[in-house]
């Protein structure tokens, strides 16, 4: 047994890590914090009672209906485009398989030229997030409907709104009206102080 080992050992060698391949050919080397994200919540609409308190005692609507959040987020959707427009915003349409940081880049970097803290543009794209799904109840056809909710992953829209400071650099704010399970927020690209990138450089 001691032989066999010894054989592998000396057959497989010493492990070899991606800092051991990448040894001797940069030049450049900066830690820092690539993104940061903050998510917020409602913490009244995690639970399916929250939702029904939400809608029929916060909304003041007789019946819980899962159709109200549709108004709901198509009063938001309409009310995000007018914003927009009102304040000459560029409103992107994302699609999949490009990569957003990307797409804005050009409207942030120009931002940080003329020193202007911004909204730089409003991002529209379908995402998978959480939200509320219901089911009605079998209940007297004779009395209000019922419904039970929980919590289903489904494709939504999904607006990105990001700006520009001087000091804090790039970010942006994600919220999706049909989701209000969770938004968030966060830094866009790799940046160091006043949003300047750290960057690692090869030869």
């Not at 995690?46 to 009063?75: C, K, W």
């Not at 349409?93 to 020193?115: H, I, M, N, W, Y």
Request: charge should be positive; proline fraction near 7%.
């Amino acid at each position: 047994m001691a032989g066999r080992g010894s054989f592998a050992d000396g057959l497989l060698g010493p492990v070899v890590t991606a800092g051991d391949m990448v040894a001797g050919h940069v030049s450049l080397d900066i830690s820092c914090v690539d993104r940061l994200y903050l998510n917020g919540y409602v913490p009244g609409l995690q639970t399916p009672g929250g939702v029904v308190y939400f809608l029929h005692d916060v909304r003041g609507h007789p019946i819980a209906s899962p159709a109200l959040f549709e108004q709901i987020g198509s009063v938001f959707r309409a009310r995000m485009r007018a914003w927009a427009a009102e304040n000459e915003i560029p409103v992107l349409r994302f699609t999949a398989g490009v990569r957003k940081a990307d797409v804005v880049a050009p409207l942030l970097a120009a931002a940080r030229e003329r020193g202007d803290s911004k909204v730089v543009a409003l991002g529209l794209a379908q995402e998978y997030a959480m939200v509320w799904s219901a089911t009605k109840r079998e209940t007297d056809p004779g009395k209000c409907p019922q419904f039970s909710y929980a919590k289903t992953q489904r494709r939504v829209s999904v607006y990105y709104v990001y700006v520009w400071d001087e000091q804090a650099g790039p970010g942006f704010i994600r919220s999706a009206p049909t989701s209000p399970i969770r938004s968030r927020c966060g830094s866009t690209v790799t940046s160091g102080p006043n949003g300047r990138p750290h960057t690692k450089a090869s030869r």
